[in-house]
C-alpha cells in the first residue's frame, strides 16, 4: 500500500455544532465572552421566518476564534459555525433529529479538511467506494471548491449525524486583499452553509441517508478485521483492506457504467 500522498496532507478548514434552541443563544454569550469573539470575528449570522411568520429566527452563526498567519498561510483560522433547529415545532428538521437522536444538547456535525488538491482525493476515495452526497461544488466567488461525504454509521445502527467535508481553498491575489480588508465572506460564506443544509434536510425527510461506504463494502473490511484488536492487525492487512475497497469501488463503477 503507498504512502500518504500530497492530496493526503489535510489541515482542518471549519467545524459545524448543533446546538438544541435552549443552548443556542447562550452558546452565542459563551463564545462572546469565553472564546473572545468580537462582532468582527463573527464571520455571518442567517434567518429564516419566525414560526409565527412575524419577525424572524436564526439558523446560524458562524465565529472565527483564533486567527491563522498572512502569506501562503492565511487560510489558517479557526471557524466553527453554530446551528439550531430553526424549524416550526410540528415540521420535520433534520436537525433536531440528529441532536434528539443522541439525547444530546449539543453535536459535533462535521469537520471540514482542507487538502491542497481536492479532485486528487476525491477520486481516490471514490476508487476505494467512499459515497459523496453532492459532487465537487464550486464557490461562486471561485475561490473554493467542496464536497461532503456519506455519514460515519455500519449496518443496523441509525444514522450518526457524523460526516466530513473537503474543501480546496486558493488565495489569489485579490482575494488575500480581501482578507487584509477584513472581507471575512471572501473565505467562509453562508451558501456554504445553506447548500449542505438542504441536502440534509432532503436526505433525513426522505429517510436514506447515505453512509460514509456502502453496507455490503463495512461487511467485508469488518469480516477481514475478525476479533483483532487494532494494535494486532498487521501492514499486509492494511493493504488487503484497501485491495478490497479497491475492488469494490471497481464494481460499483462497472455497475454505475452498465446502468
Not at 436526505?203 to 475478525?226: H, M, N
Amino acid at each position: 500500500m503507498a504512502g500518504k500522498r500530497p492530496f493526503q496532507n489535510f489541515q482542518v478548514d471549519h467545524m459545524t455544532l448543533l446546538l438544541q434552541k435552549e443552548f443556542y443563544p447562550v452558546a452565542y454569550y459563551l463564545f462572546r465572552s469565553i472564546f473572545g469573539v468580537t462582532k468582527d470575528t463573527i464571520l455571518y449570522e442567517k434567518r429564516r421566518p419566525a414560526d409565527d411568520a412575524q419577525g424572524e429566527t436564526s439558523m446560524t452563526f458562524a465565529v472565527q476564534v483564533g486567527s491563522g498567519t498572512v502569506g501562503a498561510e492565511a487560510f489558517n483560522n479557526t471557524i466553527m459555525a453554530i446551528v439550531q433547529p430553526s424549524e416550526p415545532a410540528g415540521q420535520r428538521s433534520h436537525v433536531r433529529e440528529m441532536l434528539d437522536q443522541h439525547h444530546a444538547a449539543s453535536h459535533w456535525q462535521h469537520i471540514a479538511l482542507r487538502t491542497p488538491d481536492l479532485m486528487a482525493f476525491h477520486r481516490h476515495a471514490v476508487e476505494r467506494g467512499v459515497n459523496f452526497i453532492t459532487p465537487i461544488l464550486i464557490d461562486e466567488s471561485q475561490d473554493l471548491i467542496q464536497t461532503f461525504s456519506g455519514e460515519w454509521f455500519f449496518p443496523g445502527s441509525a444514522p450518526s449525524a457524523m460526516f466530513f467535508e473537503f474543501v480546496q481553498r486558493n488565495p489569489s491575489p485579490d482575494h488575500l486583499k480581501m482578507l487584509e480588508e477584513h472581507n471575512r465572506e471572501a473565505w467562509f460564506r453562508d451558501k456554504t452553509f445553506l447548500g449542505l443544509y438542504n441536502e440534509k434536510e432532503q436526505e433525513y425527510q426522505s429517510g436514506k441517508v447515505t453512509p460514509f461506504i456502502d453496507e455490503a463494502l463495512f461487511k467485508r473490511l469488518r469480516a477481514l478485521a475478525g476479533d483483532k484488536q487494532v494494535f494486532e492487525i498487521t501492514e499486509e492487512e492494511a493493504a488487503e483492506a484497501d485491495r478490497l475497497m479497491l475492488e469494490y469501488g471497481e464494481s460499483k463503477k462497472k455497475q454505475k457504467t452498465a446502468a
